[in-house]
């Protein structure tokens, strides 16, 4: 029986995030370890994690996952740009799937319900597809190679919402997944500058990592065109966040 919660982020929300979060760190640990497919190139199902949370809990859960399923293919990639683009679709896939469940076409008791999944988890991509062929840019591969890394990764994308659109459509799945979130609630201001706060600490970890492991001592050139990019994604980021949180506030004080 799904619990009421007044509010997004309670124990059994957190437990499911992080509980999601390691599967996907684990499961892009084993793939991009044991499927190398070319140098600097091997499949990465760290966005199963991603999926099954953005899918059934919405973007601001999604958000946090989907941040620190990055941490791992970022270190092992050297580019922590790929957590905020992980992000992106942490987010995006959540709000088409919380979007999408409110037109009658995809409520649950439509017969096309199950096809809220594949349109969130294909369309919710694209703004990681477009901010990961900016990124592999802007660090300088060949052409050759971002092709390669676009076509494997929206490879991995469709066989992730296959399965997703299979395993989340199980009834005993859907039932634990709705005890642990709870109803739907109403996002805060607090909700926000959590999830902020979950993906600022991914990156600054990443970059702990990065500079721990020496990566800074060799390859220097390399790590400031890096850190510049990054720096650039959590500028989008933070200005995306502050305006969120900007009309939120404004909304609230009109409600009131």
């Keep these: 029986m799904k619990e009421t919660q007044d509010k997004v982020f309670h124990s059994k929300s957190i437990a499911f995030v992080a509980m ?8 892009s640990l084993f793939s991009t370890v044991t499927f190398p497919i070319g140098a600097g190139v091997s499949v990465d199902l ?34 922590p740009m790929l957590i905020p683009g ?36 294909i369309c919710g991509y694209i703004p990681e597809f477009i901010f ?16 390669s890394i676009i076509i494997k990764a929206w490879i991995e994308i469709i066989i992730i919402t296959v399965v997703m659109t299979v395993v989340l459509n199980l009834q005993v799945i859907k039932e634990n997944i709705e005890t642990l979130l709870g109803d739907e609630v109403h996002l805060h201001v607090q909700d926000y500058l959590l999830a902020g706060v979950v993906v600022s600490g991914s990156i600054i970890f990443m970059m702990a990592l990065l500079m721990g492991t020496g990566f800074n001592e060799t390859s220097p050139g390399a790590l ?11 500028a989008i980021f933070l200005a995306a966040l502050v305006t969120g949180l900007l009309i939120k ?3 609230d004080k009109d409600i009131g």
């Design 249 to 251: 506030i404004h909304r």
């Design 132 to 147: 990961t062929v900016w990124n592999l840019n802007y660090i300088g591969l060949p052409s050759a190679s971002i092709l």
């Design 224 to 234: 400031q065109s890096i850190f510049f990019g990054w720096l650039i994604g959590v």
């Design 20 to 27: 999601m979060a390691a599967v996907g760190l684990s499961l």
């Design 86 to 121: 992980k992000a992106m679709t942490g987010v995006s896939v959540g709000f088409l799937s919380y979007a999408l469940q409110r037109i009658p076409l995809f409520k649950k008791e439509s017969k096309f319900h199950i096809l809220m999944y594949p349109i969130a988890g």
């Design 46 to 79: 760290s966005h199963v994690g991603t999926y099954i949370v953005a899918l059934t809990g919405g973007p601001i859960l999604g958000l946090c996952a989907s941040s620190i399923v990055g941490i791992i293919p970022a270190f092992q990639y050297t580019n």
